[in-house]
């Protein structure tokens, strides 16, 4: 990543306290990317400017249009003009209206509920015996801070990180909360990264959305240092994944499928 990307140099006025400074400021850039696939626009994408192949794939694996990268024949991205052009190898018969119209089904036995037709495609629920332990739980977060190199800079973007319990295998930054994770998920895409066994550190908020960004992925734990939503949390309680929060200072809330953290049980 070149930070000179995602970040640009503007001319401000601080005030310290005291009395008014001028001075040069890191900002987060801001850019708009248009997916054009199979020759028609698909979707528009708000987004920092950097790792845009990975994730354009990873935003089309979270949508169901695609399972792998195989499944892709072409894609060419056109940094300048904003627009990355898309071309699969089988052509779906895509339904607009699945990815924008809520769907509630059934399965079971349970009713689930998810927000868009395509969540319900694609969303996986997680079997693992994956554990962590809390000096693990704290050294992954810790780790995710230590490398937010942009988010020190400019205080405006968003990072993720794919990890083992042992640390970081993959971060990715963007001012997007959804974007960072799409990024994640490319590039595993392309790279042919398991993801299996792996946890997903976060300095977002836990919202429905990006847990089940997480479910797509396959992931089982997910690491925040912010707070979860009460719909994120009954979908990760549904789809069995571990969803950890506040992680700061030397503590941390345990909202769903606590059997993953090991030593719980025991002090409780």
Known sequence: MVLNEITTCQHIVRFNGDSFIEQEDDIAVESALTIVLDGEEFATIVCSPSEIQEMVVGFLASEGIIRVFQDIQSIQVDEEQGFAYVDLVTKPSIQKDFHSKRFIGSCCGKGRQFYFYNDMKTAKTIRTKLTVTPEQCHLLMRELQRSSEIFQKTGGVHNAALCTVEGPVITRTDIGRHNALDKLFGCCLIH????????????????????????????????????????????????????????????????????????LNQNI
Do not use: C, W
Request: aromatic share 6%.
């Open 192 to 263: 042919r990264i398991p993801l299996k066994d792996k946890i997903i550190a976060f300095s977002g908020r836990i919202s429905s959305e990006i847990l089940l960004k997480a479910a797509k992925m396959g992931v089982a734990i997910i690491l925040s240092k912010s707070a979860p939503t009460n719909l994120a949390l009954d979908l990760a309680e549904e789809l069995g994944i571990t969803a950890i929060g506040f992680i700061r200072g030397g503590g941390f809330n345990v909202y769903t499928h606590q059997d993953r953290i090991q030593g």
